[in-house]
């Protein structure tokens, strides 16, 4: 049975070992496990704390969590009634089945719509789908933004997919090509600086926020690889908190930031205007060495 349904995780696993899970708390990916490229076993591609709650207490800490309607810290006043990051990585989604399955891929699909807690905090309507495609050596995500609004109302907001790559060691991690971008630094204060490198590291506490990304990256360690294509984002967030900030989160296994980077497509630069009817689509496409 390649499609596992249970009351808090959907599984998919492909013949060749391929496998996904999603928890339908935040729709987030919690593990995808795929085939070495040499043949021989399946490798965990996400990093996921063995501190983080996975009862729907708390946002997940790794696969890949949802960031909506907002990144960060909330600064527009219809958002200030919300945790950072916003609450699509905290609500419980529907799962809405199978949308197409063959002998080498399976997508299934998960809807967010407000519910009435949401309603009463955020007074915009929205339909979010969340489709999760697993194949034989990929795994793509795309998520969809609309606003089914009938009368002039606009739904305006942010999106973020917050991949925590499973990477070792992040002494050893490169991301290219963002050679050129400007960029946010967040550490150091939310500065803009026009990134001048070209193999981005994440040796030290790294929080960038990239304009006009590429829509491909390469992310590089010692002894392995994955590539991301994404269609939608205009912006891409590199964060590894090393040791300085990572000791201190809750939920972050020890040396957990050995273990990960986030490499994440989002739309968070600037706000995305959705009239009546309109629909935002963005999609990443991932593929390990
Ligand atoms: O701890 P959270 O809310 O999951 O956020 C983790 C990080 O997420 C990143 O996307 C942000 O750029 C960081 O500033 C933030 O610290």
């Not at 296994?253 to 490499?263: A, I, K, L, N, S």
Request: hydrophobic share 35%; glycine share 8%.
């Amino acid at each position: 049975m390649p499609v596992t349904v249970s009351e808090s995780k959907v599984s998919v696993e492909l013949a060749n070992g391929s496998a996904v899970e999603i928890l339908v708390f935040g729709a987030n990916v919690i593990s995808w496990r795929s085939p070495n490229v040499d043949g021989h076993g399946v490798k965990e591609r996400f990093f996921l704390s063995k501190k983080s709650a996975l009862d729907g207490s708390k946002a997940v800490r790794g696969g890949i969590p949802i960031v909506f309607p907002f990144f960060g810290s909330p600064n527009r006043e219809e958002h200030k009634v919300f945790p950072s990051h916003g609450f699509g990585r905290t609500e419980k989604w529907k799962y809405d089945g199978i949308v197409s399955e063959t002998k080498s891929s399976t997508s299934v699909k998960f809807v967010l719509e407000p519910s009435a807690h949401i309603k009463v905090k955020f007074p915009f309507q929205f339909i979010l789908q969340y489709i999760v495609t697993i194949s034989l050596h990929e795994l793509s995500t795309t998520l969809r933004v609309t606003n089914p609004a009938s009368s002039t109302s606009t739904l305006t907001h942010q999106a973020l997919l917050h991949n925590y790559i499973a990477a070792h060691p992040s002494s050893s991690i490169t991301i290219a090509p963002l050679t050129d971008l400007t960029y946010t630094d967040k550490v150091k204060g939310g500065v803009e600086v026009v990134e001048q490198r070209a193999l981005v590291d994440v040796k030290e506490s790294t929080d960038s926020v990239y304009k006009g990304a590429p829509g491909e990256y390469h992310v590089r360690w010692t002894g392995g690889g994955v590539d991301i294509k994404t269609t939608g984002f205009p912006d891409v967030v590199v964060w590894n908190p090393q040791k300085e900030i990572g000791s201190k989160m809750a939920d972050m296994e020890d040396g957990g930031w050995e273990r990960y980077v986030c490499v994440e497509p989002g739309f968070v630069s600037a706000w995305n205007t959705l009239a009546p009817g309109e629909t935002w689509v963005g999609t990443q496409i991932f593929r390990p060495l």
